[in-house]
């Protein structure tokens, strides 16, 4: 059977969105159906990209002052569940403070029990949805990632647990046959200050604030960017750990060099060559 998801991770500044777009467009040229998801996808079928979490009450007094709230939510388990990004990419006029009271409770600010348990049952939704396509999807960072975002950086939680939880992730998404490919940079320092360069100054100064100011960091005086270096490497250790431990495929791309072509001559072996991705 085709794979149904390719899970593309890494750190920040490593090549993941180059490489997940790359690898979509030659499962695209291979004339497989392809749909290619990256990081802060609001539509994201398996991840909550700037939703929050409400309460009944909460709800109602945001209805009571816009009405069409209710276009833009969906009831969960006695909860309301808010696509507030969604709803100011479509007002825009929308006015901060309330956009800010919902990023308060967003689904990736809730306690970490409540975050864990909505994501997995979003990946138990989606997975039950893609078993009933000829899809191969292609996610970028949401598997590794934004787990260890909220359960190292946010809440700085035992190993033990974040294995845990990575466990049912995989175990939930072992059905689709995926193959999860790692985009390495054996320099994390050089990768990400070469990022900081390259991407807006706003960026920079966002990272570096919520890396050093979650628990992680804060646990361990880090502070800069020496300090977001710092976690970023706790991290790397923690993710290649962690790929040794997945019942499922691993293939590692070292992208040291940032060669396109190095990429392209890789993913072209592995997606058009290989028959865990297209039947033989």
Known sequence: MTTRLILIEGLPGSG?????????????????????????????????????????????????????????????????????????????????????????RDVYELPFELHQSLILKKWEAFVAQALTTDTTYVFECCFLQNPLTIGLIKYDLPEATLEAYIERLAAIIEPLQPILIYVDQPDVEKSFRKAIKERPTEWAEGFVSYYTLQAYGVNRSLSGIGGTITVLQERQAVERQLLDTLPFRVEVFSNEDFSAEARQGWLEQLIQTDAGIIDG
């Open 16 to 104: 993941k969105t180059s490489t997940a777009e790359a690898a979509h467009q030659l499962l695209k040229n291979t004339s497989m159906s392809s749909a290619l998801f990256l990081e802060g996808d609001v539509a994201h079928p398996a991840d909550y990209e700037g939703v929050a979490y409400l309460t009944e009450s909460e709800w109602r007094t945001f209805q009571r002052k816009h009405k069409d709230i209710s276009t833009y939510t969906e009831r969960f388990d006695g909860h309301y569940l808010v696509a507030y990004r969604k709803w100011h990419d479509h007002h825009p006029s929308l006015d901060s403070a309330t956009i800010s009271q919902l990023e308060q």
